[in-house]
Every structure is written in C-alpha cells, then in structure tokens.
C-alpha cells in the first residue's frame, strides 16, 4: 500500500482558513486521496476524496498537485468543532472497501 | 437506519478470557472492516469482509476471528485475550456500489481494556 505523509500537528485560529498537507510520493495511477476526520471520542468520518482535479464539498476543498505526489486538505473557515485528527490516505479501488489508516494530523483551533 | 451498531460500548476482561465483539449494519453494504486504535494512535485493520462468507486478513490480526454469516453481522471474537489488546475497537461498513468514494461508515467503537 502507497504510504502518505502527514505533519504530526497543526494549530489554527477560528475562523480562518487551515491547509492540511499530504505527501504521497509513491501513489500510482490508479489511487485515490481521500480524507477522514476523527472528533475526540468518536469513529473516523469521511470527508472528502478525489483522484486527479481538485474537489469541493460542503465540508472542505481538496487541492491535489499536478503531479499528484502531494494534496492538501482546505477547511475555509476552521471552527471549534473542526478540532479533530485527519487522515490522508490513499485508496486503490482493486482494495475494495479496505482503508490503511496513517498517523493523521492533530488539529487544534484557537478561539 | 441505525447506521452501524457496536455492543458493548465499554467491556473489562482478564487475561486469557475470551469474548466477542458484535457489529451490525442496516445498509445492506457488502464490506465491513474492524479496527484497533491504540491510545494516541492511528486506526489498524484487523481483519475485513466484502460479502456475507468471505473475510481477509487485515494489518494485525493475530489473537482475533471473524466470521461473516449474512450481510448485516460481522462479529470479532478474542480467542484469549491479552494485555496489548487493550484497545478501542471500530467496526466500519461501506458500499461497493458507491467505488470509488469508498465511503466508510464507522460504529461508536467499544473500549476494551484486559487485566
């Protein structure tokens, strides 16, 4: 499975916009990006994925790189309540309904 | 719907007590994924199903069975359970039919700590 890379943390203040960067250097053709958040004490939510153009939903934007070895997670106005771990991760759809969880990035957000 | 379905929430067992985990789902998806999450850690698959009599082997799962006998059920039996299976436990589900969003659908977890 293509390994991804991401900060350990990231602070923010509320009501500003936060860049979540993901490396992913190995990805093949064939991957896609998706991206899960994880509130304190609760299971991992999907949030957003996409394989080669940049993605918007009601809940972030996906920015992925031309070449692809990178993305970044856009939240356009962090709140309190977007305190959470996010994951990048890289899904094949050969793998079927398998995720490979990484580490993620702990975000806080400053009143 | 319910969603996905995990019981207990909380459970204490002793060293070399065995005990099963349940998950359920109302969605009729076709897989259904357990996972570890150690404290400050990330999710690690266990093992994994994608249909009724048919499961994998996920990233750790020595010391746990599964069985998947309809869609809706995907129980995690701790053979003998240990002190580093001391864990948070997820069950998640998705749909084959939504590839490639992949959408996993995650239960509330049960924390299981082993004496």
């Known amino acids: 499975d293509a390994k991804t890379t991401q900060p350990n943390s990231m602070e923010s203040n509320e009501e500003e916009p936060v860049h979540l960067p993901c490396n992913h250097s190995?990805?093949?053709?064939?991957?896609?990006i998706h991206w899960y958040r994880q509130l304190p004490s609760q299971g991992p939510e999907y949030v957003i994925h996409g394989l080669t153009s940049n993605v918007n939903n009601r809940m972030a934007s996906l920015a992925i790189a031309e070449d692809r070895k990178s993305s970044t997670l856009i939240l356009h106005r962090a709140t309190l309540r977007d305190a959470a771990v996010y994951y990048c991760?890289?899904?094949?759809?050969?793998?079927?309904?398998?995720?490979?969880f990484g580490q993620g990035t702990e975000l806080s957000v400053k009143p | 719907n319910a969603g996905v379905t995990q019981t207990p929430k909380f459970q204490v067992l002793k060293t070399g007590q065995s005990m099963t985990l349940q998950c359920a789902q109302d969605?009729?998806?076709?897989?259904m994924s357990w996972y570890r999450q150690d404290p400050g850690m990330g999710l690690r698959l266990i093992h994994y199903?994608?249909?009724?009599?048919?499961?994998d082997q996920g990233e750790v799962p020595n010391g746990y069975n599964v069985s998947r006998s309809t869609t809706e059920d995907f129980p995690l039996r701790l053979l003998s359970a240990a002190p580093s299976q001391t864990s948070v436990y997820f069950c998640?589900?998705?749909?084959?039919?939504?590839?490639?969003?992949?959408?996993?659908?995650f239960g509330p977890g049960t924390r299981l700590t082993v004496l």
């Open positions: 991760i890289l899904h094949n759809y050969n793998q079927g309904g398998k995720l490979i």
């Open positions: 998640a589900s998705s749909s084959r039919e939504r590839l490639p969003r992949n959408e996993q659908f």
């Open positions: 199903s994608v249909g009724a009599g048919i499961t």
């Open positions: 969605m009729n998806h076709e897989y």
């Open positions: 190995t990805i093949s053709g064939t991957d896609y």
